[in-house]
């Protein structure tokens, strides 16, 4: 069985930064997609930033240009870097990994604040 580990979320004032990590509790082999969603109090799940395997990169419209997903698929591991952070980022941000055969992981939650 294998468990996402996600650390690295807190408390931020506007402007600041974080660093989000995930790691996959063991080795984890043909990965399709490693991705970060989050969740506002009263709002539904969205997707943040996603890396498929191969590279190939996507951000939604609302962190472009401020947040930078990167990761390792043969590792299991995936790193969200947060920058210029405002109020509206505020959420519980979870990291997500995709196998091929419908199999999906999900971290436990990891809560960002960005608040003066």
């Known amino acids: 069985q294998v468990q996402l580990v996600e650390s690295g979320g807190g408390l931020v004032q506007p402007g600041g930064s974080l660093r989000l990590s995930c790691a996959a509790s063991?080795?984890?082999?043909?990965?399709?997609?490693m991705g970060w969603y989050r969740q506002a109090p009263g709002k539904q799940r969205e997707l943040v930033a996603s890396?498929?395997?191969?590279?190939?990169?996507m951000y939604a419209d609302p962190v472009k240009g401020r947040f930078t997903i990167a990761g390792d698929n043969a590792k299991g591991t995936v790193y969200l870097q947060m920058n210029s952070l405002k109020p509206e980022d505020t959420a519980v941000y979870y990291c997500?990994?995709?196998?091929?055969?419908?199999?999906?992981?999900w971290g436990q939650g990891t809560q960002v604040t960005v608040s003066s």
């Open positions: 997500n990994v995709q196998l091929p055969g419908g199999v999906t992981y």
């Open positions: 890396i498929r395997s191969g590279g190939s990169l």
């Open positions: 063991r080795s984890i082999f043909s990965i399709n997609i």
